[in-house]
């Protein structure tokens, strides 16, 4: 399990305050992200965890400013970058913090990377973009780039297309363009997610290095609790939009205290255990537009109560910094 830094007196970088994100569609509102608030400390890495359609992408393009807008808006929150709050400002303002201050690592290298432009091409446009810098030193920087992100011959790779690249090569690559102009924090949507077993540890291994040379502070969205323990200092667990439980990553392996997070927990396989049929979570996520009254989580908990279904639950903390939202804590 990950054996966490010491971050705890290290400045926050990053604040996210009552975010909410709203797309309007033709069967009603989707309330894809309602009232998530985090922080995020330099060297921190922050896991975010949950089923498909939980909000975490939403999320983090909300951060991002990234929300197609319509039908997309972000409605209500904050988002503070050492303070500055990103919401108001214009496209202009926030090109110029996207990619040098923080940055994103998509999921997908094949739908980020253009198939029509050299990987060199690709990897120097934010750096020629935020940084005034000759041409010559231009080509120097995206090769140390692509070296720092373990390219091999980088010199030769420089002047290929995605195409010619494997899939690691590429979300290495996706890597290198991402950490160019040396950002404050990192989003990484499941970037492991199109990688095979060898590879994927070699790029998590990547990201750790590059975290501890940069002191970068690091947020992780994936499904994966193995890469959780092995990545994270913290985690918050996403449900039908809200975080329903966050905290030090001990403390949720050893102490789920949101039947979610307690239910995904039990759906990871175990090698020691010989079970006939692997656990599974009854039902489906709510739809976000026709959202139940109470706890969205109620239809499918197995500890519901008539209280669950009558309002949504506050915040009840468990230890320092470890808090869930479910009535069984009251």
Same mark, same amino acid.
């Given at each position: 399990?990950?054996?966490?830094?010491?971050?705890?007196?290290?400045?926050?970088?990053?604040?996210?305050?009552?975010?909410?994100?709203?797309?309007?569609?033709?069967?009603?509102?989707?309330?894809?992200?309602?009232?998530?608030?985090?922080?995020?400390?330099?060297?921190?890495?922050?896991?975010?965890?949950?089923?498909?359609?939980?909000?975490?992408?939403?999320?983090?393009?909300?951060?991002?400013?990234?929300?197609?807008?319509?039908?997309?808006?972000?409605?209500?929150?904050?988002?503070?970058?050492?303070?500055?709050?990103?919401?108001?400002?214009?496209?202009?303002?926030?090109?110029?913090?996207?990619?040098?201050?923080?940055?994103?690592?998509?999921?997908?290298?094949?739908?980020?990377?253009?198939?029509?432009?050299?990987?060199?091409?690709?990897?120097? @446009?934010?750096?020629?973009?935020?940084?005034?810098?000759?041409?010559?030193?231009?080509?120097?920087?995206?090769?140390?780039?692509?070296?720092?992100?373990?390219?091999?011959?980088? @010199?030769?790779?420089?002047?290929?297309?995605?195409?010619?690249?494997?899939?690691?090569?590429?979300?290495?690559?996706?890597?290198?363009?991402?950490?160019?102009?040396?950002?404050?924090?990192?989003?990484?949507?499941?970037?492991?997610?199109?990688?095979?077993?060898?590879?994927?540890?070699?790029?998590?291994?990547?990201?750790?290095?590059?975290?501890?040379?940069?002191?970068?502070?690091?947020?992780?969205?994936?499904?994966?609790?193995?890469?959780?323990?092995?990545?994270?200092?913290?985690?918050?667990?996403?449900?039908?939009?809200?975080?329903? @439980?966050?905290?030090?990553?001990?403390?949720?392996?050893?102490?789920?205290?949101?039947?979610?997070?307690?239910?995904?927990?039990?759906?990871?396989?175990?090698?020691?255990?010989?079970?006939?049929?692997?656990?599974?979570?009854?039902?489906?996520?709510?739809?976000?537009?026709?959202?139940?009254?109470?706890?969205?989580?109620?239809?499918?908990?197995?500890?519901?109560?008539?209280?669950?279904?009558?309002?949504?639950?506050?915040?009840?903390?468990?230890?320092?910094?470890?808090?869930?939202?479910?009535?069984?804590?009251?």
């Amino acid at each position: 399990m990950s054996t966490s830094k010491t971050v705890n007196n290290n400045p926050v970088v990053l604040q996210v305050e009552g975010l909410k994100t709203y797309f309007e569609t033709r069967w009603g509102t989707v309330k894809a992200v309602d009232g998530v608030s985090f922080d995020l400390k330099k060297g921190e890495t922050l896991g975010i965890v949950g089923e498909s359609g939980s909000g975490k992408s939403v999320t983090m393009l909300s951060v991002m400013r990234l929300i197609p807008s319509p039908p997309g808006q972000i409605v209500d929150g904050r988002v503070l970058l050492e303070g500055q709050d990103l919401v108001p400002l214009s496209d202009k303002e926030m090109s110029e913090i996207r990619g040098s201050q923080i940055a994103l690592i998509i999921q997908d290298p094949m739908t980020s990377l253009n198939p029509v432009f050299s990987i060199g091409n690709q990897v120097g @446009e934010a750096i020629k973009i935020h940084q005034d810098i000759p041409k010559g030193t231009l080509v120097q920087r995206v090769l140390d780039v692509l070296r720092k992100v373990n390219i091999p011959a980088a @010199e030769t790779r420089v002047r290929d297309y995605p195409h010619q690249l494997s899939g690691g090569m590429r979300q290495r690559v996706v890597g290198a363009i991402s950490i160019s102009c040396e950002p404050m924090v990192l989003i990484a949507d499941e970037p492991t997610t199109s990688l095979d077993v060898t590879i994927q540890a070699q790029y998590l291994k990547l990201l750790k290095e590059l975290q501890e040379a940069s002191d970068i502070a690091l947020i992780f969205i994936t499904h994966d609790f193995g890469i959780v323990a092995k990545m994270c200092d913290r985690v918050a667990v996403m449900y039908a939009g809200k975080i329903v @439980e966050m905290g030090d990553v001990r403390d949720i392996f050893n102490n789920p205290s949101h039947p979610y997070t307690e239910a995904l927990l039990a759906s990871v396989p175990k090698l020691e255990e010989d079970v006939d049929r692997l656990y599974s979570i009854e039902g489906h996520p709510p739809t976000l537009h026709d959202l139940p009254p109470g706890c969205p989580f109620a239809p499918r908990c197995q500890y519901v109560m008539d209280k669950c279904s009558e309002a949504y639950p506050p915040e009840f903390n468990i230890t320092d910094g470890h808090h869930a939202a479910c009535w069984r804590l009251e």
